[in-house]
């Protein structure tokens, strides 16, 4: 046998490719592209060929020959971008890996005839997204024909003048007004608009629109009617509230941390009011004790603009914690999971989850109870006729109240308490629907009627016949299980309105973490009701010595167990000692009382006093329902609308603009924003408050909004 012959192996990696893991190289050259599997070119694709590159790069993840995360890094596409291809390939295969054109197929001309029909409708009065609608074009075509036909529509009057405008231009002074408020000869200086380019927090006049709307202002001047001499009117107070609110400073010592100059301008003075007097002049309204009739009004005003959203109402509670030194009651703060002194705040919101009313309950006010006064309010705010549905949770559980909602003619959604039975596997049908969000959902319910015993008036039984639609979850195999008395509905409808509490607690949570919900605002205490009934903590001690007497028994008990008759006579002495000790234990509970006034407790206990958190309340309730407003809006002008609403507001809020007067309009133009699509978005949005033809509050003038360059 000869000598075996041995060389150089073949290389398995081409000169020049790049290694995407131990199996695979990609080689792309100016004469095209290959992939090689163990050395063999398993996929080619000439030079400019991007759909057989992409198709390269999806069977190499679709055959499991290389993963995602090193396919993407060696075609350098991003991770998202490969995801993108394989779920096109997937769903359209090859077709779906083509680039199409975006945008319109063909270019569109206004003939002259539509142009002539444009500026027909504009001369009539109509806004631009009405125009829009009427001839079937984008408001922005509509825009552009009428600035050249001479018509600039109200977003783009006079932009050419503003390079005539003062940077940063500082409001005319007032002092002689001043003089006049301090000799009690003036009730509140008239705003003044100061005229200027990159105003700081300019972009926050697009709140008010929607501000008017919620009637914020003309509630506050009909409730506190009687004000006094003074240099900044209530309406002032207010607006720079609200504005202080949208740059982010939730309470009045925000004014130390923002330029007066700055709010100043926006409120059409010279400067904003200094912390001692806005405290001064709150405290002034709460003295008064009308915090109960702001909201009252506000609530009639809401449901007055809503109508039909109104027929539906969230209930639950919100516990102010108090970190403080005073003696106050204790409440369940559901957040942390424990008991804290605090105070109780009862919510009432609407579909949508805006705010419509809050009160401050009782100390220790179960849901149950708030319910009952939660009816007489709505009876109050929506008549005699309407049968309005409350939507509350678990904790308002109880038959018998479901029995007086049904008499007092509320409609209720509720969860089920336990214990619960399941429902079978086989009575659940799957629910596809979209909610008034616009998003696809999808739910297996099971529906169907159960009984609930309970005991009436005069403790008599009684049964009351519901409906119960049981969601399961299959991936948990959970089962949420839904009360209500409401037979129109159908199963998803019922369900999704009882999922949708979310809305309420996004409420709380961003009122909590952007407007100060939790704020004190005020240091000013009452004392508390000292006949109120709470329980009494001997009763508790009492308790306790007879659990320590029990186990002492059992444990005699078992002392005489382990030894004989004989020989125990010590054991049953102990067991005699140990039955007396329980009688006398006993004997003791029984005579201490559940229940005590609160002054025998604690004569130092004490409440807040809510008056002047109240009135700030009312702004903060009604600047969120604002801006939740806007942020419905611009949900058709942005994408991602349901995630980054609020947050592009929020940066339109903070932006620089050119404040311009022009003829009997006020020209609000803002900066560009951070992303063109965002620029675009709140450009939008401008074009459907122009519409509205709002007035800037406490003058004739009409504002028009407009973003540069958008």
């Known amino acids: 046998m000869g000598p075996v012959m041995r060389g150089r192996p073949l290389p398995l990696e081409p000169a020049g490719s790049v290694r995407i893991n131990h199996a695979a190289q990609l080689l792309e050259t100016n004469e095209g592209g290959a992939v090689f599997v163990y050395g063999m070119a398993t996929w080619c694709y000439e030079p400019g060929d991007v759909v057989g590159r992409r198709l390269a790069a999806v069977q190499l993840v679709e055959t499991s020959t290389a993963g995602p995360t090193e396919v993407a890094a060696a075609f350098r596409v991003e991770f998202e971008t490969l995801r993108r291809w394989r779920k096109a390939w997937s769903e359209h295969g090859v077709e779906g890996l083509i680039e199409h054109k975006r945008g319109p197929r063909s270019p569109h001309k206004v003939s002259e005839e539509l142009a002539s029909r444009i500026v027909e409708l504009r001369r009539k009065g109509l806004s631009l997204r009405t125009i829009a609608a009427e001839v079937s074009l984008d408001p922005s075509t509509v825009r552009r024909c009428l600035a050249r036909a001479g018509l600039v529509g109200p977003s783009a009057a006079g932009p050419a003048r503003a390079a005539g405008l003062e940077p940063l231009a500082r409001p005319a002074e007032r002092s002689g007004e001043r003089a006049l408020a301090r000799a009690g000869l003036l009730s509140g200086a008239e705003p003044q608009i100061c005229e200027g380019a990159s105003l700081p927090y300019a972009g926050s006049l697009i709140v008010l629109p929607a501000l008017a709307l919620t009637g914020l202002i003309e509630c506050f001047e009909q409730v506190y009617a009687a004000g006094r001499a003074a240099f900044y009117s209530l309406r002032s107070l207010v607006l720079a509230c609200v504005l202080l609110l949208l740059t982010g400073e939730a309470r009045a010592e925000g004014l130390t941390r923002v330029d007066p100059v700055d709010i100043g301008r926006l409120i059409g003075l010279d400067r904003a009011p200094e912390v001692k007097t806005m405290r001064r002049r709150m405290e002034e309204l709460a003295l008064t004790r009308r915090s109960g009739e702001l909201f009252e009004s506000l609530a009639r005003h809401h449901l007055d603009r809503e109508g039909a959203d109104c027929s539906l109402f969230y209930l639950d509670g919100h516990v102010r914690a108090y970190h403080g030194t005073a003696r106050l009651p204790k409440a369940h703060l559901a957040r942390a999971r424990l008991s804290a002194p605090g105070e109780l705040d009862s919510w009432l919101c ?70 619960l039975r399941p429902e079978p596997r086989n009575s659940f049908v799957e629910r596809c629907f979209v909610d008034d969000l616009g998003r696809k959902k999808t739910y297996l319910l099971a529906d169907r009627h159960v009984r609930l015993a309970f005991r009436g008036d005069k403790n008599t039984p009684r049964r009351l016949t519901l409906r119960q639609v049981t969601r399961l979850d299959e991936k948990s195999g959970h089962q949420t299980q839904i009360l209500s008395d409401r037979e129109d509905l159908a199963s998803h409808e019922l369900a999704d309105a009882m999922f949708s509490r979310w809305r309420q607690e996004n409420f709380f949570r961003y009122m909590r973490l952007n407007y100060g919900l939790d704020a004190l605002d005020s240091y000013a205490k009452t004392p508390d009701a000292a006949e109120r009934s709470v329980p009494n903590p001997e009763k508790k001690r009492a308790a306790r010595a007879v659990r320590e007497a029990k186990a002492a028994l059992q444990d005699a008990e078992a002392e005489v167990t382990r030894t004989t008759l004989s020989a125990g006579s010590s054991s049953l002495e102990a067991l005699g000692r140990a039955r007396a000790a329980l009688d006398q234990a006993l004997a003791a509970q029984r005579a201490v009382p559940a229940r005590v006034s609160l002054g025998a407790l604690h004569d130092d206990a004490m409440r807040l006093d809510s008056e002047r958190k109240r009135l700030h309340d009312a702004i903060r309730m009604a600047t969120y329902n604002a801006t939740s407003a806007l942020a419905r809006l611009i949900a058709p002008h942005y994408r991602r609308a349901e995630d980054e609403a609020r947050m592009v507001l929020r940066e339109a809020f903070c932006s620089p603009a050119d404040l311009q007067v022009v003829g009997d309009e006020l020209h609000v133009r803002i900066n560009a924003l951070s992303a063109a699509r965002r620029s675009r978005a709140i450009a939008g949005l401008c074009e459907e408050l122009n519409a509205t033809e709002t007035l800037y509050p406490g003058t004739k003038l009409r504002l028009v909004y407009s973003v540069k360059d958008a």
């Open 350 to 419: 609407d579909r949508s989850g805006d705010g419509v009313l809050v009160w401050n309950a009782e100390p220790g006010a179960s849901l149950s109870a708030e319910l009952r006064r939660a009816m007489k309010e709505i009876r109050a705010l929506v008549g005699a006729s309407a049968r309005p549905t409350v939507v509350f949770d678990r904790g308002g559980y109880s038959p018998k109240l479901f029995a007086e909602l049904i008499a007092a003619g509320f409609h209720f959604i509720t969860y089920k308490k336990k214990p």
